[in-house]
């Protein structure tokens, strides 16, 4: 089973960016599709980006489309997402998970296996 660890949440000011990580132990990624949900408060959990086991295809929110970017080094068996023009509205706890089926899935059918304990992400206008 793979034990996932995020980092890099904090404060940041509307039009910011921040840098989330997520550190995997216990198995290597290589065999999982990765990726982000995140949860605001009152709201339910969602999915924000998914990424394939070589990351060659990668699949977001629309509304996190062209301001997020998630990328993946399996050499360090980390996973990342670069948030860029912050938004009020990105104000949420960010999972992150990993999954024994494809990105594709997980973006469409919104499900995964393994999650993180998360990080808050909070943007102030």
């Known amino acids: 089973q793979v ?40 709201k339910e959990r969602e999915f924000v980006a998914a990424i394939s086991r070589i990351g060659n ?5 629309d509304s996190v489309k062209g301001r997020f970017t998630s990328s993946r080094d399996n050499a360090k068996n980390t996973v990342y997402l670069q948030m860029n ?13 990993a999954a024994t089926s494809t990105a594709q899935s997980m973006a469409v059918n919104r499900r995964s296996d393994y999650w993180g304990q998360g990080t808050q992400v909070t943007v102030s206008s």
């Open 3 to 42: 034990q996932l660890v995020e980092s890099g949440g904090g404060l940041a000011q509307a039009g910011g960016s921040l840098r989330l990580s997520c550190a995997a132990s216990g198995r290597y990624i290589s065999n999982y599709a990765m990726g982000w949900f995140r949860q605001a408060p009152g």
């Open 57 to 61: 295809s990668k699949y977001y929110a």
């Open 85 to 97: 023009s912050l938004k009020p509205e990105d104000t949420a706890v960010y999972y992150c998970t």
